[in-house]
Each structure stands twice: as structure tokens, then as C-alpha cells.
């Protein structure tokens, strides 16, 4: 019996013991805090940006001249070659000459015989021997044979059809032996400009009046590179001369919404040529404080707003609504929400609520463009 009985209570003192145990354990985690999760941050610096716009746009002559004839007549010769260069007042066609120089002749013989009766009635006139109204039509005579062989000379000039511009000659549409007329509909052949060559480009009107206030808010410096263009070809190659903007259009595309924007670019190599696609780099302005953070560290929220998640001075974690104005190669521009030396998350935002503890070390996902000086290009 006393047997039983010692087993009896060292049973009972089993659980009780056990339950001490879990008791004394329980106590000690809960008095060890959890490990505050380690989050990457990058640290934000307001930094100069030049800012540009990568804009599709076609390339245009810079000037184009068609070639028509101003007599009527057939013609003789052809003295280009198809698709070379020519200069301003070459020689292009020869026109059949001979009546033109007949009339020329005709009109030269009018004129003396008209200026020696002019001079005679002036002598006669100083005597009275003729009247003042023979002497008058006598004069008039005389100036409208002036008129007349001016005339003539001019046709005769314009059998040889000149080049009224320097640049590239296409196809000649007319052979020798064609026959061709004053104001005729049909150009003999058309001359282009390539040096210099116009590239049209079109932007937003929205993108071009936020620009504005930018510059009149002072937010956007409009420094001397900003009329400076560079461009893009359609297989991806950089044009390696620089353009100049021109002007703006005056009107916006009621389809569109958009306004057209004009560029000069040299062209000595005749690489563009009209009717390309390009894509040209317009300098906007230098934001002298631009604030860039990496596209990761930015988040939306069901109503679209950009969010981020910031460290505060006690390794706590916030949440900020922030504007983002561009991209700028891999990283957000922002307008407002931050400031200078905010301390952005952009690893481990997954684990992430309001208000913990975090640790914060350097983010190891960002490498955002280093030369901010005026190689930075901003995407549309």
C-alpha cells in the first residue's frame, strides 16, 4: 500500500512539473523582442539634371525647287547627270535659241530706229519745226522699244534653263527632242537642298505648357544648351552632328493635340535624307535640384497614387505619397513629397508595415545613371 501510493503522487507531480517548465519557457521568449527586419534603402541627394525629350519626327528639304521652263520651245540638250550635285545658275537645259534670237534681233533694229527719230524730233523741236505731241509720241515710242528688247533678251536668256538653287538634281522627266511650254504643269526635273536639313518633330501641347510653368515657377533653368538637338536614326544609330532648334508651330493639331517643332541639322555627308524617320533629343532645361529615386522604391495604391516608404531618424518606417513628374533612364523624377536626404526603401518592401522597427542598410538593386551634368536623357 505505501508502494502504490509513492507512485501515486509522483504521478501527480508529473504534470505539474512539466507545466512549470512550459510556464518558465513561455516567460523567456516572451521577453526576447523579434529581430527587426533588415530592409535596403537608398538615400536621396537633390542633384543637377538636364532634362530632354525623345520625340519621334521626319525629316524635310531645306528648300526644293522645280524646274520649269519660262519660253516655249524644243529642247536641244540635257547638260546634268541624274542625282548629282548642281549649283545655283547651272546650265540644265538648252532650249532651241533661233526664234528667240530672231525676235531679239527685230527688237534691237526697232530700238535704234526709234532712239535716232526720239533724238531727231528733240533737235527739230528746239526749232519748232515739229509739234510738242510728235515729239512726245516720238519719245514713247523709243521707250517702249527699250521695253521690247529687254524682252527679247530675257526669252533668249531663258532658252538655257538655269538652276534656281544649289543641291541634289533628281530625274529628268523630258528628253531632247521634247517640246516644252511657258507655265507648263510638268517640272523638267527637281532640285533639293540637303545642307542644311529640316527635322519636324511633334510634342503634346499638355507636355509643352507644363514645361512653361516649369521655367516661369523657376523649377527649370533655360540655360544656352537648350536650342542644342541631337538625333537618332531609324536603326537605332546616333546622328553624330548636332542640330539647333529652329521654332515652334503657332497652331496645335486639332487630331492630335500636339504642336510641331522644327530642328536644323547639318548634313555635309548627305546621310539624311528627306522623308526619313528619326527620333530627336531636345534639351528642355536644367532642373538645378532634382530629386531621383529608383523606379523600384515606388508603389501604388488602388486609387493610382505613387507611393514610397521612407526611414525615419528612428529606423521606423512611413509611408509618403509622392508626385512623380518623368522617368529619367531608370529612376522617377519627383516633384513633390521629398526632401533632400530622405531615406527611401527599395528592398524588402514586402515585409514592411506602418510604423515598425527596421534595420536599414545600403540597397544593393539600385545603380541609377552617375553624370547628371547633361548626358542624363529623359523619356517621355
Known amino acids: 500500500m505505501a508502494l502504490n501510493s509513492s507512485i501515486r503522487a509522483s504521478q501527480a507531480l508529473v504534470p505539474l512539473t512539466l507545466a512549470a517548465l512550459l510556464v518558465g519557457c513561455g516567460k523567456q521568449e516572451a521577453a526576447q523582442p523579434p529581430a527587426a527586419p533588415q530592409v535596403g534603402v ?88 515739229i509739234s510738242q505731241q510728235q515729239f512726245d509720241d516720238a519719245q514713247a515710242a523709243w521707250l517702249q522699244a527699250q ?47 540637303l545642307d542644311p536639313i529640316y527635322v519636324d518633330v511633334t510634342q503634346p501641347i499638355t507636355k509643352l505648357l507644363g514645361l512653361q510653368r516649369a521655367l516661369a515657377a523657376g523649377h527649370l533653368q533655360n540655360g544656352e544648351s537648350q536650342t ?15 542640330g539647333t532648334l529652329k521654332f515652334s508651330e503657332v497652331r496645335v493639331d486639332p487630331t492630335t493635340g500636339s504642336v510641331t517643332l522644327r530642328a536644323e541639322f547639318p548634313n555635309p555627308q548627305r546621310t539624311l535624307l528627306p522623308g526619313m524617320f528619326v ?61 533632400d536626404g530622405d531615406r527611401v526603401v527599395t528592398e524588402g518592401l514586402q515585409r514592411l508595415s506602418k510604423g515598425i522597427q527596421v534595420e536599414p542598410v545600403e540597397a544593393s538593386n539600385v545603380q541609377l545613371v552617375s553624370d547628371f551634368t547633361g548626358k542624363a536623357q529623359a523619356a517621355n
Request: proline content about 3%.
Open 42 to 129: 537608398y538615400q536621396v541627394h537633390a542633384q543637377r539634371l538636364l532634362l530632354s525629350s525623345d520625340l519621334p519626327g521626319r525629316t524635310s528639304a531645306y528648300r526644293v525647287a522645280e524646274v520649269r521652263p519660262q519660253v516655249s520651245g524644243v529642247i536641244q540638250k540635257r547638260t546634268f547627270v541624274e542625282g548629282s550635285e548642281v549649283k545655283q545658275g547651272q546650265a540644265l537645259y538648252q532650249i532651241d535659241p533661233r526664234t528667240y534670237n530672231a525676235q531679239q534681233a527685230r527688237a534691237e533694229a526697232n530700238l535704234r530706229t526709234t532712239g535716232n527719230l526720239a533724238q531727231r524730233y528733240q533737235r527739230l523741236l528746239q526749232t519748232n519745226a
Open 279 to 339: 527620333r530627336a533629343q531636345i534639351n528642355e532645361g536644367v532642373d538645378e535640384a532634382a530629386l531621383l529615386v529608383p523606379q523600384q522604391a515606388v508603389v501604388r495604391d488602388t486609387r493610382g497614387q505613387s507611393l514610397v516608404w521612407l526611414v525615419t531618424a528612428g529606423n521606423q518606417v512611413e509611408q509618403r505619397e509622392v508626385q512623380t513628374v518623368r522617368t529619367v533612364g531608370n529612376a522617377w523624377l519627383i516633384g513633390k513629397g521629398l526632401n
Open 228 to 242: 542644342e538637338v541631337g538625333l537618332s536614326l531609324d536603326d537605332g544609330s546616333a546622328y553624330p552632328l548636332k
Open 147 to 193: 521695253a521690247d528688247a529687254q524682252v527679247a533678251r530675257i526669252n533668249v536668256q531663258y532658252t538655257q534653263v538655269l538652276s534656281p538653287i544649289s543641291g541634289r538634281i533628281g530625274r529628268s522627266s523630258v528628253t531632247e527632242g521634247a517640246l516644252v511650254t511657258n507655265g507648263q504643269a510638268q517640272e523638267l526635273a527637281t532640285v533639293t537642298q
